[in-house]
């Protein structure tokens, strides 16, 4: 094999690995991304919960209506 088909099939190696390394990269922030949202709406739930329970406390003197 010659030194340029050499270096041309390097290059071509790394190019795929920047590819593939780009992808994992996308990867992993989509899936932060729909983690985060998971958490939000888990919080959001929870606080909502909560406020519902303190106003249960408030006019019926139970946490439950």
């Not at 989509?30 to 249960?56: F, G, H, P, S, T």
């Amino acid at each position: 094999m010659s030194r340029e088909s050499q270096y041309q099939s390097a290059q071509a190696q790394s190019a795929a690995r920047q590819e593939q390394y780009q992808r994992d990269q996308r990867e992993r922030a989509e899936q932060a991304a729909k983690r985060q949202v998971q958490y939000d709406a888990e919080r959001r739930l929870a606080n909502e919960k909560a406020q519902l329970r303190a106003m249960c406390m408030q006019r019926y003197n139970r946490p439950d209506c």
